[in-house]
């Protein structure tokens, strides 16, 4: 994967993420946004395979001085040695009015061969609690407060 297909592999990550979220919650969610990047989100204990490379002193998490992070940090970061993670978890965790902050729970396996056509990111509504879904339809009861729900 090249630089330049990460990157639009991101763009397309991010299509319709803040309009498929702004669905589930009350909040404003701003269509400009940061990033909060965590590194190592996978159990990266198996022997590794073909091209795999891992970082394991890759410690970077949500109190990291990286984070908020840009889009161009974001790419320049985890493309490394033309490779990237496997995976990488995209979702909106917070906002204030002038971002929505999106985290991206990286895999700690990096390669070149990547399983997915789209490229690692895969898009995941807000975390929302159960108590807030309907057990027998999985509808949403009601709209949440993100920043409330991702403090609890």
């Not at 009350?26 to 395979?49: A, M, Q, R």
């Not at 840009?70 to 979702?91: A, H, M, S």
């Not at 490229?119 to 509808?139: C, T």
Request: hydrophobic fraction near 30%.
């Amino acid at each position: 994967m090249t630089k330049e297909d990460f990157k639009i592999s991101l763009k397309k990550a991010l299509d319709g993420l803040i309009d498929f979220t702004q669905e589930m919650v009350t909040n404003k969610l701003p269509h400009v946004y940061k990033f909060i990047i965590k590194t190592n989100c996978s159990y990266d204990g198996n022997e590794l395979e073909d091209d795999e490379e891992i970082y394991p002193d890759d410690k970077i998490n949500e109190s990291s001085s990286i984070n908020p992070a840009t889009e161009l940090t974001v790419i320049d970061y985890l493309w490394r040695n033309d490779k990237v993670p496997q995976w990488i978890n995209v979702q909106i965790s917070s906002c204030d009015s002038n971002f929505s902050y999106i985290t991206l729970e990286c895999c700690g396996r990096f390669s070149a061969l990547l399983n997915h056509k789209d490229g690692p990111f895969r898009g995941l509504g807000p975390n929302i609690p159960y108590r807030y879904i309907d057990q027998d339809s999985g509808e949403l009861l009601v709209k949440v407060d993100l920043n409330k729900i991702n403090k609890s």
